[in-house]
């Protein structure tokens, strides 16, 4: 793997880790303790009567009550994360305990209450200690530290509480997801549709190429292509990826094929399986560093949950589609297409799959149009979706792509209606929005709901 790709996948990690700041924040405010304890406060210095006035005996005591006090609060802490962790899972999406897990309110509140509690509890070792013939020692200006920290960590509690309370809202969530999807989309396609020549797609292998396998199972989370890049020209092969960014691949099955122009040539398997290695980073979860997908799943996976016969909710789903329209609509205004990559003579060595227009599209909507047909509001928001993107974009192809599954919409939700009022304003809106999109209207013949025919 070469050092940028470690780079990012292990910065990934770290931001996801509940662990990183806290830790850091028990060595910073250890290191703080250490410093402040050798700074001398005289009687004639300016903050005199700043810092803590009290006897070695009191200062111990205020640091005993700080310390217990921070860890019965740090526990009130973890457990109300975890019940907020708990609630995303069971109502929303087990897939969105990664983001809280990376969200930073919560990181920096943990981070300063063990912060106050490993600084209190490390003065304690100092504070009052004395020798048969000495004085006490006494860091007026670092007890006072812990004082000031104990009142801090009063407005935090107050902060954790509104964070948290807002954090599980489920508009808050779905807002997290689209930004966080958004970041990936202007990452890897950062050039608007509108050029003239047509998006590149990788070339099908010819019937000599060899298959690479993959060296471990899990969750393809990151392609760097510059090893297999060099390899391949090294080589004086092409390199094609069968799985993309967010595909689930298995130890010792296909990954990538490679062929040379001449079938009499045969590439060195095992270099191009280290350029793999050195290039493909497969892990045991997806993550959002290259896999757009992943972001718009979590939003299908809020819609669906809204529409399971457990919770019932047809307005989450309808808000979720709100929230996809916003991705969606951007996809649609991108130049996508798979990724072709070429060595110093402009000769194509590596090319890597992504996924179409019409993959989102149908990752985006078919679920929640299968799970929520029953339901006029949910396929009402289905069809302004699906106009809204086709609108944004001028690609016929799109526009088509938008406009047959504003037709799907419509005929599942005739299929399963049970009064013929409940689809008048669907099929009338769905009719509009094919004649935005410059498609054929939908034949509505009058009869029972599921006379009527698209």
Not at 228 to 257: F, N, S, Y
Not at 308 to 336: E, F, G, K, M
Request: proline residues 6%.
């Amino acid at each position: 793997m070469t050092i940028l790709t470690r780079r990012r996948v292990l910065w990934d990690h770290l931001r996801s880790a509940l662990w990183v700041m806290p830790t850091a924040s028990v060595v910073f405010f250890l290191v703080a303790g250490m410093v402040l304890s050798h700074v001398p406060i005289g009687d004639d210095s300016p903050i005199r009567w700043l810092v803590f006035q009290g006897p070695p005996d009191d200062a111990r005591q205020m640091l005993i009550v700080v310390s217990s006090t921070m860890i019965t609060v740090t526990g009130l802490v973890f457990a109300l994360t975890i019940i907020a962790l708990q609630i995303a899972s069971g109502q929303y999406s087990p897939r969105l305990l990664r983001n809280f897990m990376r969200d930073r309110g919560t990181q920096f509140v943990l981070s300063v209450f063990v912060g106050a509690f490993a600084y209190s509890t490390a003065g304690l070792h100092t504070v009052g200690v004395q020798n048969p013939d000495e004085a006490a020692f006494m860091p007026r200006l670092a007890v006072s530290g812990s004082l000031a920290l104990a009142l801090a960590s009063l407005g935090v509690l107050i902060y954790f509480i509104h964070h948290l309370s807002s954090s599980i809202q489920i508009d808050t969530i779905m807002s997290m997801i689209v930004r966080e999807t958004l970041e990936v989309i202007d990452n890897l396609y950062p050039d608007r549709l509108g050029y003239g020549e047509p998006e590149e797609r990788c070339p099908e292998p010819p019937a000599w190429a060899i298959t690479l396998p993959s060296d471990q199972s899990g969750y393809i989370q990151d392609v760097e292509p510059e090893a297999l890049v060099q390899a391949a020209a090294r080589q004086d092969v092409v390199i094609r990826l069968i799985r993309m960014a967010g595909d689930h691949v298995i130890a010792e099955t296909p990954i990538a094929w490679a062929w040379h122009r001449s079938a009499d040539h045969v590439p060195a398997e095992a270099v191009l399986r280290e350029a793999i290695r050195n290039s493909i980073q497969v892990g045991f979860e997806r993550t959002m560093l290259q896999d757009v997908p992943f972001g718009i799943r979590r939003l299908v996976d809020i819609g669906n949950r809204a529409l399971s016969a457990a919770i019932n909710d047809p307005y989450t789903a309808t808000q979720a589609l709100h929230h996809l329209a916003v991705v969606l609509c951007v996809l649609a205004r991108r130049r996508l297409g798979d990724r072709l990559y070429h060595d110093e003579h402009d000769t194509v060595r590596v090319t890597i799959p992504f996924p179409t227009f019409a993959d989102y599209l149908r990752l985006g909507t078919e679920q929640i149009r299968r799970f929520g047909a029953k339901e006029p509001a949910v396929a009402r928001g289905l069809v302004r979706l699906l106009k809204n993107v086709g609108s944004s974009t001028t690609n016929k192809d799109r526009r088509a792509a938008a406009a047959k599954n504003i037709r799907l919409v419509l005929e599942d939700a005739t299929r399963e209606a049970t009064q013929p009022a409940d689809l008048e304003g669907l099929l009338a809106e769905g009719a509009d929005a094919l004649s935005a999109l410059e498609a054929d209207r939908p034949q509505l013949v009058p009869g029972s709901a599921r006379d009527w025919t698209l």
